[in-house]
């Protein structure tokens, strides 16, 4: 009796997205089995990083959010074509599933955004004029579209988050997220985006 057939393809790594979005990494290596009724399932196992604030309570948890992302790396030659490829488009964040939000608390960026409690998709978005944004998606719509994040720049709505861009010395060989400490007030962070010499920032403050 034989042994089933299965294949092993191969997929590059870190590419940007055909549609515009910023931080495509593609999978690599994924076991695939091609059967009378198509393809098989892909499956991954991959590592992800997270950003995550606590506060505690005297009687607990006092509020709490966290941002799942996978880390795709950044080239230096992607700079050549920055303005091209960003400039009035909704990208993709991060690599494989969707970049997430997850909050117990309403959440306020800066003078304007808000978020309730919840879970939310993550994407960017770049004006014309080169105005950044984080847009926080609902997540259920997509779901039963079945929209995976290769699909980000078809998104529509969302809440707008306005991020301020800045350019550094140094370079991230990798996507970064990070919730920055404010050494002034432990009420507030500083939500801090980085690829590559590009920084996108705005502030976070919890309701508890």
């Known amino acids: 009796m034989k042994r089933p057939h299965s294949t092993l393809r191969q997929f590059p790594r870190n590419r940007l997205l055909r549609s515009g979005a910023l931080l495509l990494a593609a999978v690599a290596s994924l076991p ?21 604030v606590v506060y505690f309570s005297q009687t607990g ?9 996978g880390k795709p790396a950044w080239r230096s030659d992607y700079d050549a074509a920055f303005e091209k490829l960003t400039r009035g488009q909704r990208m993709r964040l991060g690599r494989d ?5 997850n909050t117990f608390c309403a ?3 800066g003078d304007k955004a808000e978020l309730k409690p919840g879970d939310y998709f993550l994407a960017l978005e770049c004006s014309e004029k080169g105005d950044w944004s984080l847009i926080a998606l609902d997540p259920e719509p997509l779901r039963k579209s079945k929209v995976d ?17 800045a350019t550094t010395d ?13 050494p002034a007030s432990t009420k507030q962070q500083t939500l801090e985006i980085r690829f590559g010499k590009h920084r996108l920032t705005t502030v976070v403050k919890p309701t508890l």
């Open 61 to 69: 948890l006092a509020g709490e959010y966290a941002i799942e992302y």
């Open 107 to 109: 959440l306020k960026f």
């Open 32 to 52: 695939g089995r091609a059967d009378a009724q198509g393809e098989g399932p892909f499956i991954q196992l991959e590592p992800r990083a997270m950003a995550r």
């Open 149 to 165: 994040a290769f699909g980000t720049a078809q998104t529509k709505g969302g809440t707008k988050i306005p991020l301020h861009y």
């Open 97 to 101: 599933w969707w970049t997430t939000l």
């Open 170 to 182: 140094d370079a991230v060989k990798e996507l970064s997220i990070a919730f920055v400490a404010d």
